[in-house]
C-alpha cells in the first residue's frame, strides 16, 4: 500500500503578512489595556447606601459637636481618659499612625489579587481622593474653630480627631467597594478603624467624644463622595456613549518634584 500527502509551504510574502497583522493586533491590545486604565468608561457606580446607614455617623457626630458645651457628656471623657491612664500608664504606641490606611492599602491589594472591587482603578482612586479632601476641609476647619486642646497638653487640635476618621474614611471606603461581596471585607476595616480610635485614646492623643465625632465625619466624608462624584464624573466625562464622538482623558503627571493629574477632553 502507498500512501502519498501532499503540502506547500507558505510563501515568504504570506509569512511576512501573517507576522505584521500578529504585530499590530499585539500593539492594539497593548494600547486598548493602556486605554481601560487612564480613560474613564461611563462605569462608575453610584452610592448604594441606605438612609439608616446614615444614622450611626450623624449620631456620632452630634454626640461629638454636644461634648463641647454639655457638661456630663464632657465628663466622660475625663472619666475615660483617668481609667485609661490608671490601668495603662505611660502607654505609647505608633501603630496608629499606620493601621489608619490599612482598609485602603487592603482594597488595593485585594485587585492586585485579582478580587476586583465596585469601580475601576481611576475611579476607585478619585473616589478615594474626594473623600480625604471633603475629610480634610471639614476637620481642619474644625480643630481651628473649636480649639480645644489634647489630653496631653501638645497642641489645641484635639477636635475631633484626624487619625479616627481617617481611619473611618478607610473602612468606609473598603465596605463601599467590596462590601457587595461580602459584609467580612467591610468588618474587617472597621475593626482596623475601631482599633486606631481605641489607640489615639490610650496614646493620650485624644478625648473620647474626639474619636467618636471623628468616626462620624469619616464615614459620611466617604459617603458624600460617593454620592458626589458619579454627578461631577459624569457631567466632565461621557464615555459609553456609542453615538458620542467625545473622548476623556486622565494622565498622571510628574514635574518638579510634584505629583498631578492632567485631564484631556476631545469633542
Known amino acids: 500500500m502507498l500512501l502519498a500527502a501532499s503540502f506547500t509551504l507558505p510563501s515568504y510574502a ?17 494600547k486598548d489595556s493602556a486605554r481601560n486604565i487612564l480613560t474613564l468608561p461611563d462605569t462608575v457606580k453610584h452610592l448604594e447606601s441606605k438612609f439608616p ?4 455617623p450623624a449620631a456620632f457626630i452630634t454626640y461629638g459637636l454636644l461634648s463641647l458645651k454639655v457638661g456630663f457628656i464632657r465628663n466622660i471623657d475625663y472619666r475615660v481618659h483617668n481609667d485609661m491612664n490608671k490601668d495603662h500608664p505611660g502607654f505609647h504606641t505608633k501603630v496608629d499612625n ?8 487592603s482594597v488595593y491589594a485585594l485587585n492586585l489579587a485579582g ?23 471639614t476637620t481642619f476647619g474644625l480643630k481651628r474653630v473649636t480649639h480645644r486642646e489634647r489630653p496631653d497638653g501638645s497642641d489645641k487640635f484635639s477636635f475631633p480627631s484626624g487619625h479616627t476618621g481617617n481611619a473611618f474614611v478607610s473602612a468606609e471606603f473598603m465596605a463601599q467597594e467590596y462590601g457587595d461581596r461580602s459584609p467580612i471585607y467591610g468588618g474587617v476595616g472597621y475593626g482596623f478603624a475601631t482599633a ?14 474626639d474619636i467618636v465625632a471623628g468616626a462620624g465625619f469619616g464615614i459620611l466624608s466617604t459617603k458624600a463622595a460617593y454620592y458626589l462624584y458619579p ?3 459624569n457631567s466632565l466625562f461621557r464615555g459609553g456613549n456609542e453615538k458620542s464622538n467625545n473622548n476623556s482623558l486622565l494622565l498622571p503627571t510628574y514635574q518638579d518634584g510634584k505629583v498631578g493629574l492632567t485631564f484631556a477632553k476631545s469633542f
Open 14 to 30: 504570506q509569512v511576512k503578512d501573517t507576522l505584521q497583522k500578529v504585530a499590530v493586533k499585539k500593539d492594539s491590545l497593548q
Open 231 to 233: 454627578l461631577i464624573r
Open 98 to 105: 499606620y493601621m489608619q490606611y490599612a482598609p485602603i492599602v
Open 196 to 209: 486606631t480610635a481605641i489607640l489615639r485614646v490610650y496614646n493620650n492623643k485624644h478625648w473620647f467624644s
Open 53 to 56: 446607614s446614615y444614622i450611626p
Open 115 to 137: 478580587i476586583h472591587g465596585k469601580n475601576t482603578f481611576i475611579d476607585r482612586t478619585m473616589l478615594l481622593v474626594l473623600s480625604e479632601a471633603i475629610f480634610a476641609g
